[in-house]
């Protein structure tokens, strides 16, 4: 059984730092493109950053380039999204997905969702 657990969010003032983590189980972690996402309130959910099953390629959101880093440890089968300079913009739930196959950007290319996490920033 695949699961895939968020944890990290709270709340944060702007420009502050926050970051996230995504566990995988029940699957061969290092075969697998990790993703993150958001989705605000009222919002579709939206791409936010991934890495390739070695770590080696990473994609970012241009909202959010310069600011996040997606990181990986195979060995503990845990994906990060290190976020600085936070924005009230990037409050939402974030969210991390597993697929097996190369780097996408789109939510329904992605098998195994977490339940997400709130991050709320305060201006």
């Known amino acids: 059984q695949v699961q895939v657990v968020e944890s990290g969010g709270g709340l944060v003032q702007a420009g502050g730092s926050l970051r996230l983590s995504c566990a995988a189980s029940?699957?061969?972690?290092?075969?697998?493109?990790v993703g993150w996402f958001r989705q605000a309130p009222g919002k579709e959910r939206e791409f936010v950053a991934a890495t390739s099953e070695s770590g080696a390629y990473t994609a970012y959101a241009d909202s959010v380039k310069g600011r996040f880093t997606i990181t990986r440890d195979n060995a503990k089968n845990t994906v990060y999204l290190q976020m600085n300079s936070l924005k009230p913009e990037d409050t939402a739930v974030y969210y991390c997905?597993?697929?097996?196959?190369?780097?996408?950007?789109?939510?329904?290319?992605?098998?195994?969702w977490g339940q997400g996490t709130q991050v709320t920033v305060s201006s």
């Open positions: 029940g699957l061969t972690f290092s075969n697998y493109a």
């Open positions: 997905a597993a697929r097996n196959g190369l780097v996408r950007t789109t939510p329904n290319h992605f098998t195994y």
